[in-house]
């Protein structure tokens, strides 16, 4: 609520969709696969006359998937033996804020840091022929970023954008024993320009 004034009086914005593919740093051996099934949306306000800080939300969605080969599971009331596929579907969305180094005097390139705070929903699922497992967890989620916003021409309201960024989320599955959850991403989309 107190952030609503700052929004209203942002005279220049930007939207964006991204695709973004990701590679897990943690708990490789659930998951380490890269992904190249994301994508991510946003919105930023620029404030200040300079357009050297922006603010505004994230929302992001990425599926991971492992396969993996014949193994025999034994528990109280027998085994099973068969081969599976490890699956996690993230769900991010944060409020982010970024710091612009724009270049040259025609205001088409945009060099930026950022980052983002806010929750990660992860479902971990594993698939055995027809059966699952699934388990899902929330937590805490931190994503710095850096990247380039460059404007098509100088007149123009489509633009590009490409970044890299890290997260790191406290989910944690005791069902899968996976513990936090990290990964490096990068994205690429086009962004529509409000100045």
């Not at 620029?46 to 998937?65: H, I, K, P, V």
């Not at 027809?130 to 994503?143: E, Q």
């Not at 007149?155 to 944690?172: C, E, L, P, Q, W």
Request: charged share 20%.
């Amino acid at each position: 609520m107190l952030l609503c004034p700052l929004f209203a009086d942002a005279q220049e914005n930007y939207f964006y969709i991204n695709w973004n593919g990701n590679v897990p740093l943690s708990n490789k051996e659930y998951v380490d696969n890269t992904s190249g099934r994301g994508i991510k949306i946003g919105y930023r306000a620029f404030f200040g006359r300079n357009r050297r800080f922006s603010a505004g939300a994230d929302l992001n969605w990425a599926q991971y998937d492992q396969y993996k080969p014949k193994e025999t599971f034994e528990n109280e009331s027998g085994a099973i033996t068969t081969d599976y596929f490890n699956y996690i579907y993230s769900y991010g969305l944060t409020a982010s804020s970024q710091y612009y180094f724009p270049l040259g005097e025609k205001e088409r390139f945009f060099p930026y840091v950022g980052l983002g705070l806010g929750v990660n929903r992860n479902e971990y699922t594993v698939y055995y022929n027809i059966y699952a497992d699934s388990d899902k967890a929330f937590g805490f989620l931190a994503r710095p970023e850096a990247g380039i916003l460059v404007r098509i021409g100088e007149r123009r309201r489509m633009g590009i954008m490409a970044a890299v960024h890290y997260d790191f989320s406290t989910n944690k599955s005791d069902t899968f024993d996976y513990k936090n959850f990290s990964t490096v991403g990068f994205q690429l989309g086009i962004m529509m320009l409000q100045w």
